[in-house]
């Protein structure tokens, strides 16, 4: 008991988070952290990265606007808030304008795209999440995005995000199309839209 109170002491001190390394430097054994996992309490992310069960990606994305406030929710984080995906993503995804340089904090993990001005500053929208206005890519320039980047994140996603948008009653071809036009994936777009609607 005194040990998996020492385990979650060392999740509170990191914003929620912990590795692998930082608990074997604690002198605690990995097993208490298998309990916490099992008991529900911790969720593994990914190989040697642990979240508290209680982080809220509400509370975590307000955070990372604030530690990155000229930096874009994008990809997997917009299509996960969109609900365009089912996929919860290890890590907060920020576009930010790559002549623009950032310092990335431990926790929580942001993945950090470095975007030409011209594809960076397009399509931006700002939603509220608790009490921070986040900037964050409108939803016809984050289904764009997942066909411009298909081959870094496969066909399965770009699919399932492009056919979940079509399925939402307020969905604009129209605002697709324009976004597929300056993006330039607008013959991609036009073949998906054929075979699909």
């Known amino acids: 008991m005194e040990k998996e109170k020492a385990l979650l002491e060392i999740f509170k001190r990191n914003r929620g988070y ?4 930082d608990i074997l430097d604690a002198g605690l054994h990995h097993q208490y952290l298998d309990i916490l996992v099992k008991e529900g309490e911790v969720v593994k992310i990914k190989r040697g990265l642990y979240r508290l069960a209680t982080v809220r990606f509400d509370d975590e994305i307000e955070e990372v606007s604030r530690m990155i406030p000229d930096g874009i929710v994008c ?3 917009a299509w996960n808030y969109y609900e365009l995906s089912d996929f919860v993503p290890p890590e907060y995804h920020i576009a930010i304008e790559k002549s623009r340089k950032v310092v990335l904090p431990d926790y929580p993990p942001i993945r950090v795209y470095y ?7 397009i399509g ?7 009490q ?3 900037k964050i890519y ?10 411009r980047f298909r081959n870094k994140i496969g066909k399965d996603v770009e699919k399932e995000v492009l056919q979940n948008y079509l399925k939402e009653k307020d969905r604009s071809i129209e605002k697709l199309l324009h976004f597929a036009r300056l993006l330039r994936v607008e013959e991609q777009m036009k073949t998906y839209l054929s075979i699909l609607l």
């Open 18 to 21: 912990a590795q692998t390394k």
């Open 132 to 134: 921070t206005a986040i």
């Open 75 to 77: 990809l997997f984080s």
């Open 124 to 130: 931006i929208t700002e939603v509220k999440i608790g």
């Open 115 to 121: 975007w030409s001005e011209k594809y960076w500053s």
């Open 138 to 147: 409108g939803k016809e320039k984050s289904v764009c995005d997942a066909i």
